[in-house]
C-alpha cells in the first residue's frame, strides 16, 4: 500500500516527506534538518509554477494543432488546479496562525 502523501508529493514535490509511524528525534527538530522554513515554501511555489507553466504549455500545444492527447492536457489541468488550491489552503492556514499568534495576550 503506498503511503497517503504519496499523491500529494506528486502534485506538491517537496511539501510532503514519507514518514514513519514512529518519528525520531532527529526528524521532531526543524532546526536540525538544515533546511528552513522560508527555503521550503519558495520550492513549493516554485513546483506549483513549474506545473502551471507546463500545463499551459500543453493547452498551447494543443490549439497549434501539435500531436497532443486530450487526455494528457486535461491531467495536467487537473494536476496544476490542484496544486494550487493546495497552495492557496496552505497560505490560508498560515495566515489564520498569524492572526491567532497576533491576537495572543501578553
Excluded: C, W
Aim: negative net charge; proline residues 7%; charged residues 15%.
Amino acid at each position: 500500500m503506498t503511503e497517503p502523501t504519496a499523491n500529494i508529493a506528486r502534485l506538491v514535490p517537496g511539501l510532503a516527506q514519507p514518514s514513519g509511524l514512529n518519528p525520531s528525534p532527529a526528524t521532531v527538530n526543524p532546526a536540525d534538518s538544515g533546511e528552513k522554513f522560508t527555503d521550503m515554501l519558495s520550492s513549493v511555489v516554485n513546483s506549483v509554477n513549474d506545473l502551471q507553466a507546463s500545463s499551459a504549455q500543453s493547452q498551447q500545444a494543443m490549439m497549434n494543432g501539435d500531436a497532443v492527447e486530450l487526455h494528457q492536457v486535461m491531467i495536467k489541468a487537473e494536476e496544476a488546479g490542484l496544486s494550487m488550491d493546495l497552495l492557496l489552503e496552505i497560505r490560508n492556514r498560515l495566515v489564520n496562525a498569524y492572526n491567532d499568534v497576533m491576537r495572543m495576550p501578553m
